[in-house]
């Protein structure tokens, strides 16, 4: 059987590498390595003098991405580019990357396959685990803290605010009612018999009913939307001129933030933008992958 860590596959990779126009010498930022797969198309562009610098705030993705990205390296042999891992949130980029050094970058927001399929992270309702949620593991509340201890008031702010839910109050009302809340499987159940499954969806078919309280509660848990504002607003000043971002979001709270930005970056001057419109997977590439169904990448290139 495939190990399902050698299955992934990365969203949008030949658009991404387009974008990004690799070129041997240069310094790029893969802000989300995870498993790695956009960072090692990369890595093979890179000659000697290319330097990739890797983020990522999930220890367990860092430790995979490590033996793989290790693994590229030894098989380019002598002529290996340089490369720096960093386990940490991308908002502090800006710590570690030299003000006008970087001739890319590169984002694709959201959980991993790793972090999705491991019941044991606590993301997901198709299986039973704690509810965890958190990409750091080493820091920060977990998802069942915060469902826990916070007021019903806040908690249908929350799902309201990052999970679209027009039926927030409701939900967080169950939600409360159903305390103490500790397992996937059992905010799952309590979501459902509280609110009627979603209207069947044309494009994505079933929705389960505690899909909008499961994202909005990862929103939150892993402050998603403010790293993405973050990083953002860091980026202008990393880049060298006609260096180029390109970032993947998967749903449209994270598309907003980047759409907003590269409008007034191009307005300051900052960006050209390169995707008039957003650039989505063929069919090709969402029947093998139904994970890239969502994806929007958007690229600019710097001034
Ligand atoms: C969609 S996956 C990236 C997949 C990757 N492009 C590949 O080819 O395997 C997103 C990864 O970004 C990481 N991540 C998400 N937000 C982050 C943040 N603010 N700082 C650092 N890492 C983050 C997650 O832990 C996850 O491993």
Redesign the pocket.
Same mark, same amino acid.
């Given at each position: 059987m495939t190990n399902p860590k050698e299955r992934?596959v990365?969203v949008l990779f030949q658009e991404s590498m387009d974008f990004l126009r690799v070129r041997p010498n240069g310094t790029y930022a893969?802000?989300?390595?995870?498993?790695? *797969?956009? +960072?090692e198309g990369i890595l093979r562009r890179l000659g000697p003098e290319g330097h990739l610098i890797g983020?990522?705030?999930?220890p367990q993705?860092m430790a995979l991405a490590k033996v793989r990205l290790g693994r590229v390296l030894n098989e380019i042999g002598s002529e290996e580019p340089a490369i720096t891992l960093i386990g940490?949130?991308?908002?502090s980029i800006a710590k570690h990357v030299k003000p006008g050094s970087l001739d890319g970058l590169l984002a694709?927001? *959201?959980? +991993?396959s790793?972090?999705f399929d491991e019941a044991q992270r606590g993301f997901s309702f198709q299986a039973d685990g704690p509810l965890d949620m958190r990409?750091d593991t080493r820091s920060g509340p977990t998802a069942a803290q915060v469902v826990n201890e916070i007021s019903e008031h806040e908690l249908a702010n929350l799902i309201y605010e990052n999970g679209d839910e027009r039926r927030s109050r409701t939900v967080a009302r169950a939600i409360v009612r159903g305390r103490p809340v500790t397992t996937t499987g059992q905010l799952a159940r309590i979501v459902a018999s509280a609110v009627p499954a979603m209207k069947h969806d044309k494009k994505h078919g079933h929705i389960h009913p505690a899909t909008r309280t499961f994202q909005a509660l990862r929103i939150y848990v892993?402050r998603?939307l403010d790293?993405i504002r973050d990083l953002l607003e860091a980026a202008p000043g990393l880049f060298k001129p006609s260096g180029r971002l390109v970032v993947i979001s998967f749903h449209s709270l994270e598309d907003r933030i980047a759409k907003d930005s590269l409008r007034d970056g191009t307005q300051k001057g900052i960006w050209e933008v390169l995707t008039r419109k957003p650039v989505t997977a063929g069919e090709e590439e969402t029947d093998r992958n139904p994970r890239s169904r969502s994806a929007k990448l958007r690229a600019a290139e710097r001034k």
């Open positions: 992934h990365p893969d802000c989300t390595v995870g498993l790695a *797969g956009h +960072s983020f990522d705030r999930d993705a940490e949130a991308f908002s694709d927001f *959201g959980v +991993s790793l972090q990409m892993n998603e790293e």
